[in-house]
């Protein structure tokens, strides 16, 4: 069953969005899905490292500037983000907001926060569960321009 938990982020997802213990989630896939030309969701996957909350309403990610995704969210400005992990479920609805931010072959997207849709098995469901995220291997070092880039475009202090 979902649930509206509001247009901001709660303070367990703002701190889990917040890249304030990055090291821990390197490993780990976020979908975050675009809307298409033709009116269908057009699915990716990001990590903890090119998505940062910024504020309870607002979140930057970080993907390629030449992907559909980046187009799409030029275009129709809409993306929903998931989290899918044993401790929660949630699709946290967003509108791109500005122009993007490029450094290299990255933008960086400015989403404000307008839907938090948490889910939890129905009654009926009693004991399911998500046993494990989406998770990749090997993560991504620190050291690497790519990763560098997509931390300063994230931490820029630059108003949106």
Known sequence: MT???GSALPAHLLE???QADLPSRLDRALPLVTLDAGGRPHP???SYLECRAVDSRTIRVVIG????SARNLEERQVATLLIVEPERTVYVKCR???APRHEAVLACFTLRVEEVLEDAPAEWEA???ITG???YSPPPSFDTPEVQATLRLLRSERPD
């Open 65 to 68: 500037a030449g992907s559909g």
């Open 127 to 129: 004991g399911t569960r």
């Open 133 to 135: 995220g989406i998770t």
């Open 16 to 18: 889990l969005l917040s």
């Open 3 to 5: 649930t509206s938990r």
């Open 96 to 98: 791109a907001a500005g």
């Open 44 to 46: 990716m996957l990001c």
